[in-house]
């Protein structure tokens, strides 16, 4: 089993930035595919950032590229999200996910997932 504790959210005004945390345990993350994600309120829950099991390989969508920044502590067994530039549609509650396939599988192949942090970007 693996625990997944997300951390660092809150409230930030436009064009601010947050870093967010992810501490895992129960498993090191150097053998987990890592992925943050984010559900907006009454939408569905979407894919913001992952990064593979040796830290070589990120990926991001469209709507975050260039403004977001996934890394990870592999000492601090933890995952981190810098978010910078940040805007009103960036509100959400920000979700913490692992896979344990090598290979990035999408929210649907995500085997655990923390509880999720809340992001509010005021205009």
């Known amino acids: 089993q693996v625990q997944l504790v997300e951390s660092g959210g809150g409230l930030v005004q436009v064009g601010g930035s947050l870093r967010l945390s992810c501490a895992a345990s129960?498993?090191?993350?150097?053998?987990?595919?890592m992925g943050w994600f984010r559900q907006a309120p009454g939408k569905e829950r979407e894919f913001v950032a992952a990064?593979?099991?040796?830290?070589?390989?990120?990926r991001y969508p469209d709507p975050v590229k260039g403004r977001f920044t996934i890394s990870k502590d592999n000492a601090k067994n933890t995952v981190y999200l810098q978010m910078n530039s940040l805007k009103p549609e960036d509100t959400a509650v920000y979700y913490c996910a692992a896979d344990t396939e090598v290979i990035f599988r999408g929210q649907s192949g995500m085997d655990y997932w923390g509880k999720g942090t809340l992001v509010t970007v005021s205009s």
């Open positions: 129960g498993r090191t993350i150097n053998t987990l595919y």
């Open positions: 990064i593979n099991w040796s830290g070589t390989n990120t």
